[in-house]
């Protein structure tokens, strides 16, 4: 009984903390991509061994499904709000990782000068900070961080494969793809 009561509270605890970190992520309902209006379409939380990294929230146009969207090449934005310190260093580690598991070198190669440029506009991240990625067909990639754009670059096979970090399979978190994904 003890662990079942144990377990019953562990669950409603961690909605309630789940909720408070996407309350404090406040994420804007509607966000401009490129001037296109797009509508956040869900959001949520990565977590790394029970310690919550970032809330990140996936926009898209209103009419669209998240998938839709990302089919259409429809303009989209993947917004990361950050609860933790990161070194820039480490955030470029990781998206190497993901990368090289997710294309084969032959794909990599091509697109290595774009990443390399994406990645020389990172800083560390503090608490707080906000890292965007926004996408349309004409403009391309942009990354900014609260707010500044940092870079933009026109391939969109950088963009394919960048966003893919996080919304593709094979990414950083399965669960969280599954979560930003999913049909409102």
Known sequence: MYRLLLALVLLTGSNHLLADRLSEAAFSGTQDVYGSTVA???????????????????????????????AQQSPLRLELYYFRSIKRSDVIKAAWITLKRQHEPARLGPLRRDIDALHAAFRDIQPGDRYALNYSAEDGLSLQRND?????????????????IWLAENGLSDTLRKQLLAAP
């Open 40 to 70: 956040l379409k869900n959001q949520a939380v990565l977590d790394y061994f029970w310690v919550d990294v970032y809330a990140a929230a996936f926009y898209a146009p209103p009419t669209l499904t998240p998938r839709q969207a990302i």
């Open 148 to 164: 500044e754009t940092l870079y933009q670059n026109a391939n969109p096979e950088l963009a394919r494969a960048y966003l893919g």
